[in-house]
C-alpha cells in the first residue's frame, strides 16, 4: 500500500504495481527452478565426491584387513605352543573364512590351508628382508588380494621360522565401502531426478494455473467490454438514426452541384460508417447461446463469400465436409463475413482469396488465405483482440466477432503465416457442440 495525497489530505489506496502481475511469476518461477536446479546439483556432487572418497579410501582398508589377519595369525602362532603350525593355519583359516580369508601359507615350513589361487606368487614382487612386523606390497588376484609378512613368527628361543606368512583374503570390508557408496551415489541421483520432475511439475501447474486465471481475468474482461458495448451501441443507435434519416431527406431536396448536398453527403457517409460500428458492437456484445440447426457448410460458405464479393469471382474449394453440420447458421455467417472482409481488404486488388471447406476427423474446418503482406510480427495472436486494428479505418471488431462466434460452438479461429506470401486464417468447430 502506498499513501497518495487527494486535495491536501492522505488517503490510503491501493494500486496496480503492487498487485501480483504475470512478471512476478516468472520471476517466482525461475528462482524456484533455480533453487531446485543448484539442490539437485549439490545432492549428486555431495554424493560423487563421497564416492570419491570412498575409492581413496580403499587401499587403506585394504591394508588394514591385512594387517589384521597378519596380526591375528601372528598372535596365534605365538600362543600356542601345544598345536603344530598346520593346526593353527587351519584353526585360523575356520575362524576367519566368513571375514574374506581363503588361503594362508608358511613358505618356509611348507604349510598351506584353504583354496590356493593358480599361478599366484609366493614371495612378493620385490622382497626385502626385515626383522619383526613389516608391511609387505598386497598382490591383486583376480576378486583377492594377497598380503605378505616376514617371519619368524614365534618367539627366538626354540622356535622355527618361515621366510614368509602369505595370506589370501578378499576385500569384504572394501567392498561394502563401495556398496554404500555406490548405493549413496544412486540415491543422490534418483533425489535429484525426483526433486527436478517435481519441479518441473510445479513449474507446469503454475503455469496452468496462470493461464486460466489470465483467460479468466480476459473473460470477465470481454464481458465487462460487452455490456458497455451494448449500452453504447443501443445509445447511439437510435439518434444516429434519426440523424442519418434526416440528412437523407435533405439530401434529396438539394440541387446536385449544390456545395450543401456535397457536406450533408459526408454526414450520411460517417453515419454509415458510424452504424456499421454499433453493428460490430451489438455483435460482439450478443450474448445469447447458439442455436444449433443442421447446416450446410459449404452453401454457407458460398453465401457468405457473395455478401462480401459482388461478382462469383471467388471460388469456393470443398475437401469432403458432412452435408450437414450442427450451426447457429446467422453466426457463422457473419463470422466468415468477417473473416472473408478482413482477406479482401488484405488482398492486392484483384487478387481473390483461396477458401477452401473441409472435414479433419471431427472437425469442421473453414479455411481463409490471403495474398497480403501477413500478420504483423510481434502481434499475431492480438489481432482478435476487441478494438485491435491496423488499419485507420478499421474498428478492430471484426475478427475479434468471428473469434468469439467460434468459442461459442467450442472451436477457435487462428491465425499464420502463409510460406510463401499472405496470412491463412483457420476457423475450426468440432461436431461435439
Known amino acids: 500500500m502506498r499513501e497518495r495525497s487527494n486535495g491536501g489530505a492522505d488517503v490510503v489506496a491501493p494500486i496496480d504495481d503492487e498487485m501480483p502481475t504475470p512478471a512476478h511469476g516468472r520471476w517466482a518461477r525461475r528462482g524456484w527452478m533455480a533453487t531446485t536446479a543448484l539442490l539437485a546439483l549439490a545432492l549428486v556432487l555431495n554424493a560423487l565426491l563421497s564416492f570419491a572418497g570412498s575409492r581413496r579410501a580403499l587401499e587403506g582398508l585394504n591394508r588394514g584387513q591385512a594387517d589384521l589377519l597378519g596380526a591375528t595369525l601372528r598372535e596365534m602362532l605365538a600362543a600356542s605352543d601345544s598345536l603344530s603350525d598346520s593346526a593353527v593355519v587351519a584353526r585360523f583359516l575356520a575362524t576367519n573364512a566368513q571375514h574374506g580369508l581363503r588361503y594362508v601359507a608358511l613358505t618356509g615350513e611348507g604349510i598351506d590351508a584353504g583354496e590356493r589361487t593358480p599361478g599366484a606368487l609366493d614371495a612378493p614382487p620385490s622382497p626385502t628382508r626385515a626383522s619383526g612386523f613389516e608391511r609387505m606390497p598386497l598382490v591383486a588376484m583376480h576378486d583377492r588380494l594377497r598380503a605378505f609378512f616376514p617371519g619368524p613368527f614365534r618367539p627366538a628361543s626354540g622356535a622355527r621360522t618361515a621366510s614368509y606368512m602369505v595370506i589370501d583374503f578378499r576385500p569384504t570390508a572394501a567392498a561394502r565401502l563401495m556398496e554404500n557408496g555406490r548405493r549413496t551415489l544412486l540415491l543422490a ?27 479468466l481475468e480476459q473473460q470477465r474482461h470481454l464481458a465487462l467490454l460487452g455490456e458497455m458495448s451494448a449500452v453504447l451501441a443501443h445509445e447511439i443507435r437510435n439518434p444516429l438514426a434519426a440523424l442519418k434519416g434526416h440528412a437523407q431527406l435533405a439530401y434529396e431536396r438539394l440541387s446536385n452541384a449544390s456545395r450543401e448536398k456535397t457536406c450533408i453527403g459526408h454526414v450520411i457517409e460517417n453515419s454509415e460508417r458510424l452504424e456499421a460500428l454499433t ?10 447461446p447458439v442455436s444449433l440447426a443442421p447446416t450446410d457448410p459449404v452453401e454457407l460458405m458460398h453465401t457468405a463469400a457473395r455478401d462480401v464479393f459482388a461478382d462469383d469471382a471467388v471460388v469456393v474449394h470443398s475437401a469432403g465436409p458432412n452435408a450437414q453440420w450442427p450451426l447457429d447458421a446467422e453466426r457463422v455467417r457473419q463470422a466468415l463475413v468477417n473473416v472473408l472482409d478482413n482477406a479482401r481488404q488484405n ?25 497480403g503482406s501477413g500478420l504483423p510480427a510481434g502481434r499475431e495472436t492480438r489481432i482478435f483482440d476487441p478494438f485491435f486494428t491496423t488499419r485507420a479505418n478499421g474498428t478492430g471488431l471484426g475478427l475479434a466477432v468471428a473469434s468469439r462466434v467460434a468459442e461459442m460452438h467450442g472451436g477457435q479461429l487462428t491465425a499464420t503465416n502463409h510460406h510463401e506470401v499472405g496470412a491463412v486464417f483457420r476457423l475450426t468447430i468440432p461436431r461435439g457442440t
Open 189 to 215: 541421483v534418483a533425489s535429484a531426478i525426483l526433486l527436478s520432475l517435481a519441479a518441473i511439475v510445479f513449474l507446469r501447474t503454475s503455469i496452468g494455473y496462470e493461464e486460466a486465471r489470465f483467460r
Open 279 to 288: 453493428s460490430d458492437l451489438l455483435s460482439f456484445a450478443r450474448s445469447a
Open 347 to 371: 488482398s492486392p486488388e484483384g487478387e481473390a482469396p483461396e477458401i477452401r471447406v473441409m472435414q479433419r476427423a471431427d472437425e469442421l474446418v473453414f479455411e481463409v488465405r490471403d495474398f
